[in-house]
């Protein structure tokens, strides 16, 4: 999506990633990143991804392992510079983040992780987002 986007072959993407628009702009793309808009809450995302560990697989201290280390300092800290996400741990370096991604203080986020939303609301919304793209 991104991709199209710095093409041209799309004039908006709801969904870019960060780690996937950095390095169009960096090639000199011209991407404006909006994070607020006036009339919407702000939102950030607490989850990109979900650790699981499978039940029985050939070697469980190497899979806990891994889990304990991407929950570290260091792994969390190595998956936010990697992927230009903000950590909920509080004592990573977030010196080479977009500032755009920053939680700010004092301000109320939504949460893209409610189960309403993720059952009903998401839903609705990609619908009346798909109707104001379509014009109608």
């Known amino acids: 999506m991104s991709d199209w986007l710095a093409r041209g072959t799309q004039p908006i993407c709801l969904s870019c990633r960060e780690d996937d628009v950095r390095p169009l702009i960096k ?3 011209k991407i404006l990143e909006i994070f607020l808009l006036a009339d ?3 939102s950030v995302n607490g989850s990109p991804w979900m650790l699981t ?3 029985r697989a050939p070697n469980p ?3 806990q392992l891994f889990a304990n280390w991407i929950l570290s300092k260091e792994g969390l800290g190595t998956y936010a510079r990697g992927f230009g996400s903000v950590s909920l741990r509080t004592d ?3 010196a080479n983040l977009n500032p755009g991604n920053l939680p700010k203080k ?3 986020y939504f949460d893209d992780t409610d189960w309403n939303w993720i059952v009903t609301g998401r839903q609705e919304n990609r619908e009346k ?3 104001v793209l379509k014009g109608k």
């Open 40 to 42: 919407m809450p702000a």
């Open 92 to 94: 990573i370096d977030e």
């Open 129 to 131: 987002v798909w109707q």
């Open 27 to 29: 090639d000199g793309f």
């Open 106 to 108: 004092g301000v109320k």
């Open 61 to 63: 201290k190497a899979a």
């Open 53 to 55: 560990l499978a039940n």
